[in-house]
């Protein structure tokens, strides 16, 4: 059973950082996508950044040069580090996986595995 569980989330004032993590267990495909949505209120889940087991890493144009996504493969962890935050950004932020290596944004379809979300909230 593949389980994705996302920490880091909180409040923060415009300009500020986060990191976001996701600890993954039960996952043993050896192609895999993970990446990071989010879904603000009244709106439709998103995609934020993505990166892949060969290490290729895509980007919402939202978030580039403020966002960095990684992971440790020795840990099982995805991470999102957010920097020059804004009041935009605030949402509920979610881990995704798929197992395949193609780390597609623009849609929640291909992504069968999702965490429960941690709750990033940005103040002006």
């Known amino acids: 059973q593949v389980q994705l569980v996302e920490s880091g989330g909180g409040s923060v004032q415009a300009g500020g950082s986060l990191r976001l993590s996701c600890a993954a267990s039960?996952?043993?495909?050896?192609?895999?996508?993970m990446a990071w949505f989010r879904q603000a209120p009244g709106k439709e889940r998103e995609g934020v950044a993505g990166?892949?087991?060969?290490?290729?890493?895509s980007y919402a144009d939202s978030v580039k040069g403020r966002f960095t996504i990684s992971k440790d493969n020795a840990r099982n962890t995805l991470f999102l580090q957010m920097n020059s935050l804004r009041p935009e950004d605030t949402a509920m932020y979610y881990c995704?996986?798929?197992?395949?290596?193609?780390?597609?944004?623009?849609?929640?379809?291909?992504?069968?595995?999702w965490g429960q979300g941690t709750q990033v909230t940005v103040s002006s």
């Open positions: 995704a996986a798929r197992a395949e290596a193609w780390c597609t944004l623009t849609t929640i379809n291909p992504y069968r595995y």
């Open positions: 039960g996952y043993r495909y050896s192609t895999y996508c």
């Open positions: 990166i892949d087991n060969w290490g290729r890493i």
